[in-house]
């Protein structure tokens, strides 16, 4: 069965950082473009950054470059998100999704695969 699996969110103040997991089971990961989404409460789901299978090509929100790095170890079968300068605005469930080819969109409605979500809460 195949299943992504976030972690690493929390609690964090701001200007803190996290680094959040994405964790594939039941497939390999090197076929597959990953993305990494966020809602947060009362607002649609929205791109946040995405990596394609081989990790060659690499895209970002507009709110979160230059503060988000996103990477994949394929080793691992795992795809990481980097979280730096962290805003109370950045709050909000980060969801990984996966799509059996090799690049990536920032457009859902392309994966084919999503995890469960993880929180992540910015706040002093």
């Known amino acids: 069965q195949l299943q992504l699996v976030e972690s690493g969110g929390g609690l964090v103040q701001p200007g803190g950082s996290l680094r959040l997991s994405c964790a594939a089971s039941g497939f390999t990961l090197d076929y597959y473009a990953i993305g990494w989404f966020r809602q947060a409460p009362g607002k649609e789901r929205e791109g946040v950054s995405c990596?394609?299978?081989?990790?060659?090509?690499?895209n970002y929100a507009d709110s979160v470059k230059g503060r988000f790095i996103i990477s994949r170890d394929n080793d691992k079968n795992t795809v990481y998100l980097q979280m730096n300068s962290l805003k109370p605005e950045d709050t909000a469930v980060y969801y990984c999704a996966a799509v059996r080819r090799r690049q990536a969109t920032m457009d859902q409605d392309g994966y084919d695969y999503w995890g469960q979500g993880t929180q992540v809460t910015v706040s002093s």
């Open positions: 990596i394609s299978n081989s990790g060659g090509s690499r």
